[in-house]
């Protein structure tokens, strides 16, 4: 599956209203955390899911403990988990989301078959790529201070 165009990505970041982001984490040092609240901040509502924090608050909602536990608007699903985990979290998203339009997996996150089987619903996939980093490329906020590219760490 080749990488949706920079049209494509802007679409969907501009469509899209509730993201489900499975993995997240309460720990504000984590990627999963600093991506969900990012998206938050521009708008987005985000639904957390994580089983082993069910019931916490996390950003403002509760978090789920499985996508079915989610409520139906959600329009996005944000993977933060090994790519070896995507194909029932995807079988999950299409069996409890009616309003589902996107499966986005985290930068390191891919799965052939799960893609397939998203868009033989209809759905648009994004792998490998992160949705914060996007929309901040796509929107003309990308700052360094919000990559962590290990440079400076390799050169010490």
Known sequence: MTKPNDATLKRILQRTKTIAVVGVSPNPVRASYFVARYMKLKGFRVIPVNPGHAGANLLGETVRATLADCPPEVDMVDIFRRSEYVPPIVEEALAHLPNLRTIWMQIGVTN?????????????????????????RLFGELRMGGINTGILSSRL
């Open 112 to 136: 052939p078959d799960a893609a397939a089987l998203a868009q033989a619903q209809g759905l648009d996939v994004v792998q490998n790529l992160c949705p914060k980093m996007e929309y901040q």
